[in-house]
C-alpha cells in the first residue's frame, strides 16, 4: 500500500516510475572455439557454441552421442514421454538415486578407482578434479555450501549436503523432489520461453580440457539447462569457459605439482572423461530400462509447438 502511494503522488507531480532491466546483455556467441578464447584472453565477453556431445561432468556422465548417458536426462526424456506430468516418485532419477551410492569422492568419480588415495576420506559430494585451484579440505567446504544454497534457492531453507548431492545418491525424499523440480520447471520453462539466455541468468560454465587437439567440456555449472537441451534433442549449447587447460601440461596442473593427484591418476582420469561409456555403466547397474505405465504406450514424439519454439533456436 506504501509502494502505490508513492507511486500515485510521483504521478500527481509528472513524475513516473519504471522498472529497469539490469541484466546484461548476453555475450557473443562465437563459432570457433579459439576465437571464443582469444577474446577472453583480449577481456571480451564470448560464449562458443559448443556440441552438447563434447559435454560432460565431473564423474563423466554425457550427453547425445552414442556411448552418453546422465540421469537427468533420462528424467526428463521419460518426463516428455508421459506428456509432462510424470511425478518424481517412480521416475528414473529416484531408481538412480537408489542405485548409485559412492561411499566417498574416489568412488563418486566413477573412472578415478585407482586416483589419490586421500579422496576416500572426503564425501562423495565433494568430487575433486585436479585442475581445481582448491585442495580437497577447501573443495568439500565448497561444495557443502553450494548445496545448501541451491536448497535454499529452491525454496527450501533446511536441507544441507547431509541430503544428497544430485549426481549420486543416496538422497533424501526432499532431495530428490528439488532436482526433479529443478528440471522439469526448467523443461516447463524453455518450452514457453526458447531457450533465453538472459532469463537463465547467464551461459554454462565450463572447464575446457584440451587433449591431442581434442575437448572436452566439464560442467561446473548449469547441468540442469544442458540435461533438458540434451533431452529435448538439441545438439549445441553457448557455453562460457571459466578455464582451459591442456592435457600436455599436466604436471602444472594445480592439483598435480601440489602432490595430491600424481601426473599419472590425472591423465587416466582425464581419459575416463574422453572415453568412458556411460550407457554400458549405467545398463551394468540396471537403469537403461525405462519403468513405463499402461496408459503410456509406445515413445511420445515432441509436439510440433515444442519442436518449432525450441530445437536450435537460442533467443538474444
Not at 577481456?43 to 559435454?55: L, M, Q
Not at 579440505?137 to 535454499?152: G, P, T, Y
Request: overall charge neutral; proline content about 5%.
Amino acid at each position: 500500500m506504501l509502494k502505490n502511494a508513492i507511486k500515485r503522488c510521483l504521478l500527481s507531480a509528472g513524475l513516473q516510475i519504471q522498472r529497469i532491466d539490469r541484466k546484461p546483455e548476453p555475450a557473443p556467441v562465437y563459432d570457433e572455439l579459439s576465437e571464443a578464447v582469444k577474446r577472453k584472453n583480449y577481456g571480451e565477453a564470448s560464449a562458443y557454441r559448443a556440441p552438447i556431445s563434447k559435454c560432460t561432468v565431473v564423474n563423466g556422465f554425457s550427453f547425445l552421442h552414442d556411448r552418453s548417458w546422465h540421469p537427468f536426462v533420462e528424467a526428463m526424456v521419460e518426463y516428455i514421454e508421459s506428456g509432462y506430468c510424470s511425478p518424481y516418485s517412480g521416475s528414473i532419477l529416484e531408481r538412480f538415486y537408489q542405485t548409485w551410492k559412492p561411499k566417498n569422492s574416489l568412488q563418486a568419480l566413477i573412472g578415478a578407482q585407482k586416483g589419490p588415495a586421500v579422496l576416500s576420506r572426503y564425501p562423495a559430494f565433494s568430487m575433486h578434479s585436479p585442475w581445481l585451484d582448491i585442495d580437497p579440505e577447501e573443495r568439500k567446504a565448497f561444495m557443502s555450501r553450494m548445496i545448501r544454497d541451491e536448497n535454499r534457492w529452491s525454496g527450501v531453507n533446511d536441507l544441507d549436503a547431509s541430503h544428497g548431492y544430485g549426481l549420486h545418491g543416496p538422497v533424501s525424499g526432499s532431495k530428490g523432489e528439488i532436482e526433479y523440480r529443478r528440471l522439469t520447471s526448467t523443461l516447463d520453462s524453455i518450452r514457453k520461453h526458447g531457450y533465453n539466455r538472459r532469463l537463465s541468468g547467464g551461459d554454462l560454465t565450463v572447464v575446457a580440457i584440451e587433449k591431442e587437439g581434442d575437448y572436452r567440456f566439464c560442467i561446473a555449472h548449469g547441468q540442469h539447462r544442458i540435461a533438458v537441451m540434451a533431452a529435448l534433442g538439441e545438439e549445441h549449447i553457448p557455453i562460457s569457459i571459466n578455464k582451459l587447460v591442456h592435457v600436455s601440461e599436466i604436471h602444472h596442473w594445480p592439483q598435480v605439482y601440489r602432490g595430491i593427484w600424481s601426473a599419472d591418476e590425472a591423465r587416466a582420469y582425464i581419459d575416463h572423461l574422453f572415453h568412458f561409456d556411460a550407457k554400458a555403466w549405467a545398463s551394468s547397474m540396471g537403469l537403461c530400462k525405462r519403468a513405463s505405465s499402461p496408459e503410456q504406450g509406445e515413445q511420445t514424439l515432441l509436439d510440433e509447438d515444442l519442436v518449432g519454439s525450441m530445437l536450435g533456436k537460442v533467443a538474444e
